[in-house]
């Protein structure tokens, strides 16, 4: 059974160092990215609430607090994973998925995020421009 992942949350990934909402949000953010970032297990890719979003308070029952923001990120993620690529969301290994998004220039993935409340922490727009880095892909 795969894991249900935002797609956006695949770049949040990448630029993962340990901060969040609270204590139980982190947790939870740490026990997922060792399951889909550093275990490779599959997952399927999604633009609604995910395993990440049940410990984040901005969630309301069903939905983001900020859905139409991220929604937006999750269908440009989607956009870049299938024109570089991949075609199937629903059981695919996040190595096949970072191997994708690795084909996008850094600006690409720059303008997805530029609005995101951590992107200003500079840690993602760090990890776009050190591909080389990336444990997936």
């Not at 969040?20 to 997922?32: A, I, L, P, Q």
């Not at 395993?51 to 859905?67: A, G, K, V």
């Not at 059981?91 to 992107?119: G, H, M, N």
């Amino acid at each position: 059974m795969p894991i249900i992942i935002r797609a956006h949350h695949l770049l949040c990934f990448l630029g993962f160092r340990g901060a969040g909402y609270s204590k139980e949000f982190v947790e939870n953010f740490e026990r997922v990215y060792k399951s889909v970032y550093l275990e490779n297990l599959p997952i399927k890719i999604v633009s609604f609430p995910d395993e990440i979003c049940r410990c984040c308070p901005n969630l309301n029952t069903t939905e983001c607090r900020f859905e139409q923001k991220v929604k937006e990120y999750d269908e440009k993620v989607i956009e870049l994973l299938k024109f570089y690529g991949l075609s199937d969301l629903e059981d695919v290994l996040p190595s096949e998925a970072y191997s994708a998004l690795k084909k996008a220039l850094p600006q690409q993935l720059e303008s997805i995020c530029r609005t995101c409340e951590w992107f200003s922490l500079g840690f993602c727009r760090e990890s776009f421009y050190r591909k080389d880095l990336w444990e997936n892909g």
